[in-house]
C-alpha cells in the first residue's frame, strides 16, 4: 500500500489548500494511507481556532477538522511559524489555546518523521 504526508505552505483562503483538501480526500477515498498533514509557514493559519471567513467562501479550515474526525488524520502544527502567527497553545490563564483541537503544535522532527514513514511527501 502506498502512503503519502502531505506539507501544506498556504492559507485557508488560498486555492492550493483546497487543491490539497481534495488531494488527501482522493487519496484516502482510494484506500491510499496518508500518514500526516504537516502545516509550515502560513499553513499554520488553518489551525486557528478563531479564524473567520465569510459563509459564501470555501471553509478549508473546517475541511481539515473533517478529514481528520473522519479518518483520524494527524494534522501538524509548525511550532515556530505558528508562534510567529500568533497561534499558541499557552496564550493566558483565561485562553489557554487559540489552535483548533484537531491540530497538534509539533517540531520539525515531525515532518522528519512524516518523510520517514511515508512513501512520497507532496508539498503545497
Known amino acids: 500500500m502506498k502512503k503519502l504526508a ?18 488527501v480526500t482522493a487519496a484516502l477515498q482510494s484506500g491510499i494511507e496518508v500518514v500526516g498533514v504537516f502545516f509550515y509557514q502560513d499553513g499554520v493559519l488553518n489551525g486557528s481556532l478563531h479564524l ?3 459563509n459564501d467562501e470555501y471553509q478549508a479550515h473546517h475541511q481539515w477538522q ?3 474526525n473522519d ?18 497553545d499557552d496564550i ?6 487559540n489552535i483548533h ?20 511527501l507532496i508539498q503545497l
Do not use: W, Y
Not at 10 to 16: A, E, R, V
Open 66 to 68: 473533517q478529514l481528520h
Open 101 to 120: 483541537q484537531a491540530f497538534t503544535l509539533s517540531g520539525l522532527g515531525e515532518l522528519v518523521e512524516l518523510n520517514v514513514n511515508a512513501d512520497r
Open 6 to 23: 502531505f506539507v501544506i505552505t498556504t492559507p485557508p483562503n488560498s486555492n492550493l489548500t483546497a487543491t490539497a483538501i481534495n488531494m
Open 71 to 88: 479518518h483520524n488524520l494527524a494534522l501538524h502544527l509548525c511550532a515556530t511559524a505558528a508562534e510567529k502567527r500568533g497561534l499558541s
Open 52 to 54: 473567520a471567513i465569510p
Open 92 to 97: 493566558s490563564d483565561k485562553q489557554a489555546t
